[in-house]
């Protein structure tokens, strides 16, 4: 079981988690996390023992140097606590990798984790490659399998059929146990998928902010973002086949995007993203 540090009562509390691995690309959504523990200034109070959930030759421990002394660093997941000034809430913050072995021992952690400490509202955050263009605003897709929450926040419900990873089994999980929940993505050009991806992180942020009405610090993403985009605009100049691939990106969006055309085309997208990904994980 997860052993807290000092846990205080809290107050509305929000738990936020993103995961590396097959729900990040481009690390985007553990990034968004990471950028909110740092502006809140955000204090771990507890981690789950990695021994029972990692392959370390898959997530390897690495070593560090502390002030001339080095020690171990365990690939885990951590528990960081927030109380945002200006906020009525406290915020958990779950960073981790997505487990190797034992989900369903896993989950239960972290589902009693949330029960235990009344979590108000139970969101997660992912991010997947895929044919849109760096030249447009981020696609986010929201979804959740609480009819309540559905109606709340005004979002899709989640009627995805295929292979999933641990961002959606924890977000079932919750919905299952009442505990309000919805899952967050972004999706990521895929031809600039390698991490960092300010610019879908600063999206994650932008609608996390939207839907629960709060102002989320952005610190440094908006420049970032900015910097991110020079540089894959420079990158796809270069190159006369990537160049030519955007426009045709950028058509395809602009035809989604029509008053006429469906409103759950990107959602499919995504379904289709992620059967494809299950196939070539099955393939590999």
């Known amino acids: 079981m997860i052993q807290f540090d000092d846990l205080p009562q809290l ?28 502006q809140w200034d955000a204090q771990p109070v507890a981690a789950i023992d990695p021994e029972d959930y990692y392959d370390f030759q898959v997530a390897r421990p690495r070593m560090s140097v502390d002030e001339g002394h080095r ?10 606590l ?11 913050l779950v960073r981790g990798i997505e487990p190797s072995f034992r989900w369903r021992a896993f989950t239960e952690e972290i589902l009693d984790l949330a029960e235990s400490a009344d979590v108000d509202l139970f969101v ?22 609480s009819e309540d929450i559905v109606h709340r926040f005004d979002i899709a419900r989640s009627e ?9 089994i924890l977000n079932h ?10 899952s967050l993505w972004a999706e990521v050009p895929h031809y600039a998928g390698g991490p960092p991806s300010p610019k879908a992180t600063l999206a994650l942020v932008s609608r996390l902010e939207h839907l629960l009405d709060l102002n989320l610090p952005r610190g440094s993403l908006e420049a970032e973002s900015r910097a991110w985009q020079r540089g894959v605009e420079e990158l796809a100049s270069d190159d006369e086949e990537i160049t030519e691939y955007v426009r ?16 759950d085309a990107i959602a499919k997208e995504f379904e289709r993203y992620l059967r494809t990904r299950g196939d070539d994980d099955a393939k590999g």
């Open 71 to 80: 020690h171990v660093v365990w690939p885990t997941t951590q528990i960081l």
């Open 248 to 263: 045709s990106l950028e058509t395809a969006q602009d035809t989604v995007e029509l008053p006429e055309a469906s409103g």
């Open 160 to 168: 995805y059929d295929g292979p999933t990873g641990i961002v959606g």
């Open 82 to 92: 927030a109380s945002p000034p200006g906020l009525d809430r406290d915020v958990l």
């Open 11 to 38: 107050r509305r509390p929000l738990l936020l988690a993103a995961f590396e691995g097959w729900n990040d690309g481009g690390d985007a959504a553990s990034a968004a996390v990471a950028h909110l523990a740092e």
């Open 124 to 145: 997660t955050l992912g991010a997947w490659l895929g044919p849109t263009p760096h030249t447009r605003p981020v696609p986010t897709t929201v979804s959740s399998d």
């Open 173 to 182: 999980g919750a919905s299952q146990l009442g505990i309000p929940a919805f």
